[in-house]
């Protein structure tokens, strides 16, 4: 299948990305090798380049970006991309250094809602974020280890006899402590790696954001590659599948009666911590996306009216992975509503507001899948089953803006590893390159 090579460039994405810092630095340089200006948040905006406002801002996890006409935003709204970078996984507590029975290992945290079991037994290493001590402070210095280090060996079935019947219980507190080499504990082992690593003195080791990651790389799979297997796909994929959209040299499948005018300005926003809630500075409960286009609209000579007009005539399509129709557990899900991989992007649609997609923004995604020439799906959970959510519920109250819930179809959602078609991410990217011009 030789079009499952067009997302070739969503694996090396996900590879050089195994944190929400070192996803926002490799959207930026993407970014600005499109011809985007990063501005600094507390500093005035980029100003229009040969009559476009094309920029982004970014904050630790979260970045933020804009493409159009100075007017754009004011006269005819946004088409706003939302998905998140984080992903669920097992983080550094801040006095990490612990072991027992003469190995040396690491405290950790549960972040999100992992699926302990697939962290097992794999070939795990380090990435995050750490500040170091500078002239003026502190600075963030990205770490990114890419070869095996640390390992989370599961107990012996012969010690847990009974643990392909009754199933794998794991304790986060106990049992999931990453050995990571032998030796009595020593309590600066981490600072003298990170240290080292950094080449900076350990006394300016100040703090972390670490987090554990697989180091094996994302691969193609199926007889015909027309599958791909890797960790984070939810959500990087609709970050790449975003990223692809807003940087695409021309936009297909615009409205005819846009055609030689200004349409809406296009946004992008990956906001961060969207597995835990999305209650932080930089989540989508926050008010980061409003300031920027608040902002925006101040740059085009408007106030604090034309906005809230602004946001009446925006669309925003939340992007976050949709579950596929697992093979082996067909009881779990809706009947009516089976999803296939490589079938197109699925809109997902849930009557209590777990998604925000009602009649109105899912016929507008409707319309960009037609104009772009590609399939949709709808996802309904099962009624007896307690349904997830995303950032688009969030987005849609926060800016009062018509949303629709939208994914690429996948299995194994939360493992470490997960899988999805190869073709799909291309045609999410196609459909949302459409949407950004309704």
Known sequence: MDTAFDCAGMLSFIDDSPTPFHAVENVARALEGAGFVRSEADQPLAQPRAGRLRGFVARGGAIVAWDGAPEALAEHGARILGAHTDSPNLRIKARPNTGAAGFR??????????????????????????????????????????????????????????????GLVLDPQHHLAPVWGLGRVDERLLQRFLAARLECAESDVLSWDLMLHDVNPSTFSGLERELVCAPRLDNLCSCWCALRAITAPERAGAAPERAGAAGPLAVMCLFDHEEVGSSSDRGAQSPLLEYVLERLVGDAGAGRERFHRAMARSLCASIDMAHATHPNYREKHEPEHWISLNAGPVIKINTNQRYATDAESEAAFQLAC?????????????????????????????????????????????????????????????????????
């Not at 109250?397 to 690429?408: E, K, M, Q, W, Y």
């Open 370 to 438: 037609e104009r772009a020439g590609v399939g949709v799906q709808k996802y309904f959970h099962r009624s007896n089953l307690a349904c997830g959510s995303t950032i688009g519920p969030l987005t849609a109250a926060r800016l009062g803006v018509r949303t629709v819930d939208v994914g690429c179809a996948q299995l194994s959602m939360h493992s470490i590893r997960e899988m999805c078609g190869a073709l799909d991410p291309v045609l999410m990217a196609r459909a949302l390159t459409a949407f950004l011009a309704l």
């Open 105 to 166: 290992q690491l405290g950790v945290e549960v972040y999100g809602g992992v699926l302990l079991n697939s962290w097992l037994d794999r070939d795990l290493a380090l990435a995050g974020r750490v500040m170091v001590r500078s002239s003026s402070g502190s600075r963030a210095r990205l770490l990114h280890e890419r070869t095996p280090m640390l390992r989370i060996p599961q107990l012996a079935i012969h010690l847990d006899r009974e643990v392909n019947s009754r």
